[in-house]
């Protein structure tokens, strides 16, 4: 029997950041259609999908206000959705309309939201572009391909090179689905190591710190903490993300995670010699007392041989943010689900 798959990414739901339905027996075009006919557009909707997606009921709103015809095909659908869909952006850069498809991109004000209504068929089709945006918590973790030296997997979207190839075997990768003020879709591009492979990145991510501490400026803040509170006799990088966890610069109201420090000089002025100059402390007090709506011991960590996974439990309203470290090994065993969730942080679009 046909379907509809549909996917709202959304920080407000669950430790993915986002809720996915699927709806048997019908249609994208169908399943619009239907909702020409309906008395209360916003309460079919959320009964339909199941949560209250950010501006979808408009279209049914305006073809009652405006007694619009249903459309007659996806052509039509797409004309109709261009005029009425309340989106905050220009439909030209963010609705998309196939024949089994619709996509579309807002905010509402607070962070962006992405959905998706897909035909059975599309999913079916497009695996290595779709495949996390339906995977559940956790992702899989074992490793079928042999351990043999140079990379065993290439990734289609090329992901920013972190540090300067390290000698050794496979590549690892860093995918952090994370938001500051509002931008929450694809802010931070796919991160990798060359040469390392996750059992050796934590050492790498040590190696990657300044004389001084201080990890590399170009990072983003999520790689400046976790190299930051690798310590020496860390073997894996699973203590490193536990500290992570609970570092309290992560917390909806703090938009840098590790925020510059003020200039200093190497003494204080007063004869004692230089202060105390760790940037992890230094940090680290600067920061307000972690909110009560801050939970760490929500967050969901798992870390196996060559894929380590964290929903970080940021607050009651915006949930989680997820943190995927992995290697090539992993992303060879699980091909699909690797290139989908590297261009699930690259872009709002999976079809684009």
Known sequence: MPGVYF?????????LSKHVRHLPGVRVLDWFRQGWAVEDPEQ??????????YGLDSVFEEAAVRQLAPPRDWRELHELLAEHLYLE????????????????????????????????????AEPERLAYLFQSWPLPAEVTVPDRPGA????????????????????????????YDGASIATTPPQVFPG??????????????????????????????????????????????????????????????????????????????GGDHDPVRARRAAFPAVRD???PERSMLLVSAHLAQLAMHIDEVFGYQQWFLFDDLWAASHPDLAQSLLRYASQWDPLG
């Open 7 to 15: 996917c709202y990414r959304s920080h407000y739901d669950g430790p």
């Open 44 to 53: 079919w909707v959320e009964d339909q999908l199941g949560v209250d997606v």
């Open 89 to 124: 952006g220009e439909p030209e850069t963010h609705l998309r309309v196939t024949e089994h498809s619709v996509r579309a991109y807002t905010d509402d004000d607070e962070v962006e939201l992405a959905y998706f209504l897909l035909d059975d068929e599309v999913v079916a």
């Open 152 to 179: 065993a997997f290439v990734p289609v979207l090329p992901a920013r090179p972190a540090l300067p190839p390290a000698g050794g075997p496979g590549d690892s990768y860093a995918v952090l689905l994370t938001f």
């Open 196 to 273: 390392v492979r996750l059992p050796g990145l934590a050492a790498r991510l040590r190696d990657g710190l300044a004389a001084s501490g201080e990890p590399d400026p170009d990072w983003p803040p999520e790689l400046k903490v976790l190299a930051a509170l690798v310590e020496p006799a860390d073997e894996s990088i699973e203590p490193a993300l536990r500290r992570a966890n609970a570092w309290p610069g992560f917390q909806q109201t703090i938009c840098e995670p590790w925020p510059d420090l003020p200039d200093r000089t190497d003494s204080p002025g007063d004869g004692s010699g």
């Open 293 to 295: 709506d801050r939970h």
